[in-house]
């Protein structure tokens, strides 16, 4: 078994629209490259429970809170991070991630980009599932593609994986 002691506990969001689509939001770096999109994510306070962490981060994040859970993973996903990193120089090597598939239940006024400062996310879209590990930086893409594959079932894009939870 991995030892995860120094990958720092995280939760992921793919938050699925009703049609089938994910939202994506776009990195407030200032860097536009084709890697800037990636899901909600975030660190675990302490002992809080994964998914009021899962649901906090989203609200952060997004704004967003109308939302019904589809499913999550039941193991950790894990990424390092690249040398130049900041949480690097915290300790922390890496990530260790719990993923979870919730619908928007809300409407799309609901979602605020300014909730938290600076805020995470300068711009959102929705896209199709498949598509989201060419978004993302590519040190996270194994984890994407897992995500994908764990929760296609819910995007009507089944390619034989069935979701955990």
């Known amino acids: ?7 720092r506990p995280n939760v992921g969001v793919v938050l699925f629209h009703p049609d089938g689509r994910v939202w994506v939001g776009r990195r407030s770096s200032g860097v536009r490259d084709p890697y800037c999109w990636q899901f909600p994510q975030g660190g675990v306070d302490g002992d809080e429970d994964l998914y009021a962490a899962a649901r906090r981060e989203l609200a952060e994040e997004t704004g967003v809170s109308s939302v019904s859970l589809l499913g999550r993973t039941t193991e950790w996903l894990t990424y390092d991070f690249p040398p ?8 922390w090597i890496g990530q260790k991630q719990i993923w979870f598939a919730l619908r928007f239940e809300g409407e799309e006024a609901e979602i605020d980009l300014s909730r938290q400062h600076p805020p995470e996310f300068d711009g959102w879209r929705w896209v199709s599932l498949q598509e989201t590990p060419e978004l993302i930086v590519p040190f996270k893409r194994k984890v994407y593609e897992e995500v994908v594959r764990a929760f296609a079932v819910f995007a009507g894009e089944q390619h034989g994986a069935r979701p955990n939870g």
């Open 1 to 7: 078994m991995q030892d995860l002691s120094r990958h």
């Open 84 to 91: 130049e990193a900041k949480r690097h120089e915290e300790g």
